[in-house]
């Protein structure tokens, strides 16, 4: 196939076999693509095939087996994102989220621009947490989960607390609470910004402060959600898990 130009992101990389690597790379045009390095640490390219690179690339392209990089214009890596652990670590579920959420060599512009857009809110100390969760629960279609947090399931009616129901697979106001006696007894906030954060443009998201003790229930929440609709499980969200008795010991 002919050399074409695309954006991308390291997703990671593996030693194969002696000197060579294999590198996978989210393109902007053509999905996530498998890219064979030869003599990867003597090549030019080396230092710009570390994990979370931004790169601008001329590649050739092949919808079977791997594909070969012939030139780098641009590379950039993120600097906060390198340089705290906190920022890492959210930035890798995030990667690896997109990373499972679509198939191999599958074409995805808009989860590409909706994958950087939330690194480069991470990467300007906006709150880590909050992009997470918006980045959660809008990619939450790609596993083809369609949840509504906007209106109750049996009336409609938006201007009640909510809570959410997995009988329903959607929320349900105050006057229908007892159409599902196991319903989560989420509270109602957590519902109202969920609703907004997965209608939330990130080219314009406004400043949020939320408690402590609210963000917690959003995360609880989330986690509810991915255990019952997603059921991926994936090594960097233990280690966010984690990490909230890493920030304890730090304060
Ligand atoms: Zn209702």
Same mark, same amino acid.
């Given at each position: 196939?002919?050399?074409?130009?695309?954006?991308?992101?390291?997703?990671?990389?593996?030693?194969?076999?002696?000197?060579?690597?294999?590198?996978?790379?989210?393109?902007?045009?053509?999905?996530?693509?498998?890219?064979?390095?030869?003599?990867? =640490?003597?090549?030019? %390219?080396?230092? /710009?095939?570390?994990?979370?690179?931004?790169?601008?690339?001329?590649? #050739? &392209?092949? *919808?079977?087996?791997?594909?070969?990089?012939?030139?780098?214009?641009?590379?950039?890596?993120?600097?906060?994102? =390198?340089?705290?652990? %906190?920022?890492? /670590?959210?930035?890798?579920?995030?990667?690896?989220?997109?990373?499972? #959420? &679509?198939? *191999?060599?599958?074409?995805?512009?808009?989860?590409?621009?909706?994958?950087?857009?939330?690194?480069?809110?991470?990467?300007?100390?906006?709150?880590?947490?909050?992009?997470?969760?918006?980045?959660?629960?809008?990619?939450?279609?790609?596993?083809?989960?369609?949840?509504?947090?906007?209106?109750?399931?049996?009336?409609?009616?938006?201007?009640?607390?909510?809570?959410?129901?997995?009988?329903?697979?959607?929320?349900?106001?105050?006057?229908?609470?007892?159409?599902?006696?196991?319903?989560?007894?989420?509270?109602?906030?957590?519902?109202?910004?969920?609703?907004?954060?997965?209608?939330?443009?990130?080219?314009?998201?406004?400043?949020?402060?939320?408690?402590?003790?609210?963000?917690?229930?959003?995360?609880?929440?989330?986690?509810?959600?991915?255990?019952?609709?997603?059921?991926?499980?994936?090594?960097?969200?233990?280690?966010?898990?984690?990490?909230?008795?890493?920030?304890?010991?730090?304060?």
């Amino acid at each position: 196939m002919q050399n074409v130009e695309t954006g991308g992101l390291v997703l990671f990389s593996r030693n194969y076999r002696e000197q060579d690597k294999l590198v996978k790379i989210f393109t902007e045009s053509f999905g996530k693509r498998m890219f064979f390095v030869k003599n990867a =640490n003597k090549s030019k %390219f080396s230092s /710009s095939l570390q994990n979370f690179t931004q790169l601008e690339l001329v590649a #050739a &392209i092949n *919808d079977e087996g791997l594909s070969f990089i012939s030139d780098i214009s641009d590379a950039t890596s993120y600097q906060f994102i =390198n340089s705290d652990i %906190f920022a890492q /670590s959210y930035a890798s579920y995030i990667i690896s989220l997109a990373d499972v #959420a &679509i198939p *191999d060599n599958h074409y995805d512009a808009a989860l590409y621009g909706f994958l950087m857009k939330s690194l480069e809110l991470i990467d300007n100390k906006i709150d880590m947490e909050i992009v997470t969760n918006i980045f959660e629960l809008q990619i939450m279609s790609r596993f083809g989960a369609q949840l509504d947090f906007d209106q109750c399931v049996c009336c409609h009616r938006q201007d009640l607390p909510m809570d959410f129901s997995k009988k329903y697979n959607g929320c349900l106001c105050r006057n229908h609470f007892d159409e599902d006696m196991k319903r989560e007894h989420i509270d109602p906030n957590v519902i109202f910004l969920c609703h907004s954060f997965m209608a939330m443009n990130l080219e314009t998201l406004p400043t949020i402060n939320i408690s402590d003790e609210l963000k917690a229930k959003i995360r609880c929440f989330i986690d509810l959600l991915y255990d019952h609709y997603i059921g991926v499980h994936l090594k960097a969200k233990k280690f966010i898990d984690g990490l909230s008795d890493w920030a304890d010991i730090m304060k």
